[in-house]
């Protein structure tokens, strides 16, 4: 709607503040017969395509989502994030990066331990049974992804077979599984059916842990006890570390499908992770 506005005058015959007009205006000049003067008049014709647009571009631009959460170890995959958090839980004589203190025996630094081959059997007897049980929770593949985990190479089964029969002939009974075995054997199996996320952060520890400190304390253990022999169960056939890598690789691509929560509840499984595995740990030294 355009206004007329009397030079000669401030008056305004239409008042429309929310409306932004053109600039210049339009200047028409009226003669008429019955005005003896002549009377300019402004045309001020609103320019609807310049309604404001600032207020909106600065709601948007403060209702921008805020910068993204970074996770430790996140931009070199989830694997990262897993091995971050491991870390966390060890002790500081158990790797530089630990926080934990020390409060059990089998935390201890491993050239303090006094380890007993009775002992050392039972954690090799129920060693065996949680290998089992992981290995034929890849092969059924209630999951699918599970099944990327088959024959990686890091499986323990078939080494630790050998190595209980290898005491048998040496004389020495094998116990049957104890009570820290069976039981997360049992967990295991159980959420690995019903909780993927949970179940994939127990296998990474189990394996990884293994291939590291695992073969610190199979050294040690060999020293005092076997006169340095070197069991099947800390051979890996092939290079150890490309072994490895490529299970990150697995490992990285499944979480890629995750959300954030999956994540994060894979990571906080952790602790649980690393209870079991040390119950079966402190049976070298019972």
């Not at 293994?210 to 005092?224: D, L, N, P, T, W």
Request: hydrophobic residues 35%; charged residues 30%.
């Amino acid at each position: 709607m355009a206004s007329l506005t009397p030079t000669s005058k401030t008056l305004f015959l239409f008042h429309r503040p929310h409306l932004k007009f053109s600039s210049p205006c339009l200047e028409t000049f009226l003669q008429s017969s019955f005005v003896s003067k002549r009377v300019s008049f402004h045309f001020k014709v609103p320019v609807f395509d310049r309604m404001p647009l600032k207020t909106a571009t600065a709601v948007s631009a403060t209702t921008a989502e805020k910068p993204k959460k970074r996770y430790p170890g996140e931009a070199k995959g989830f694997v990262e994030e897993m091995r971050f958090v491991a870390m966390k839980l060890h002790t500081r004589e158990q790797a530089k990066e630990g926080e934990k203190e020390v409060k059990e025996k089998e935390e201890e630094a491993v050239r303090k331990w006094e380890p007993s081959v009775d002992g050392y059997l039972k954690f090799l007897v129920d060693s065996k049974l949680v290998y089992d049980t992981l290995e034929g929770i890849v092969e059924k593949a209630v999951f699918p992804f599970y099944a990327e985990f088959r024959n990686t190479g890091l499986e323990r089964s078939e080494k630790l077979a050998k190595d209980l029969e290898w005491f048998k002939e040496k004389g020495y009974t094998i116990p049957e599984p104890s009570s820290p075995g069976a039981t997360y054997s049992q967990i295991l199996q159980e959420m690995s059916e019903k909780d993927p996320q949970a179940f994939i952060c127990h296998f990474y520890n189990i394996y990884f842990a293994h291939s590291a400190g695992g073969r610190m304390i199979g050294r040690k253990v060999a020293e005092q006890l076997l006169e340095k022999k070197e069991l099947e169960f800390y051979k890996w056939d092939g290079d150890l570390s490309q072994l490895l890598q490529n299970v990150r690789d697995k490992l990285n691509k499944v979480a890629e499908s995750w959300t954030r929560e999956e994540k994060d509840h894979c990571l906080e499984e952790t602790e649980k992770s690393f209870k079991h595995s040390g119950d079966i740990l402190r049976l070298i030294l019972s």
